[in-house]
């Protein structure tokens, strides 16, 4: 069974960065497609960003320019490095892999942006 494990959430100041990082555990496998979600309680969940096994990235338009998704497929890894955070970045931020589409998620980590 394989999992995946999400860390680098937190509390930060608006303009302030964080890096989040997903690690797969269980059986060696590694997903075509990983990347982010995010929801607000009361909202839908966001896609954020994704990424395939030769790099080819997707963003969403509200994080396009701040937000830098990058992998390590030896290590099973997907990072999502965020830059210029806002409050409405609040989230609890969810990891994903998949063959095409993203089918296996975290638990979760809790991002708050402070004003």
């Known amino acids: 069974q394989v999992q995946l494990e999400e860390s680098g959430g937190g509390l930060v100041q608006t303009g302030g960065s964080l890096r989040l990082s997903c690690a797969a555990s269980g059986r060696a496998v590694i997903f075509n497609t990983m990347g982010w979600s995010r929801q607000v309680p009361g909202k839908q969940r966001e896609l954020v960003a994704s990424?395939?096994?030769?790099?080819?990235?997707k963003y969403a338009d509200s994080v396009k320019g701040r937000f830098t998704i990058a992998r390590d497929n030896a290590k099973s890894t997907v990072y999502l490095q965020m830059d210029s955070l806002n409050p409405e970045d609040t989230a609890v931020y969810y990891c994903?892999?998949?063959?095409?589409?993203?089918?296996?998620w975290g638990q979760g980590t809790q991002v708050t942006v402070s004003s």
């Open positions: 994903g892999a998949g063959l095409f589409t993203l089918t296996l």
């Open positions: 990424i395939t096994s030769r790099g080819n990235t």
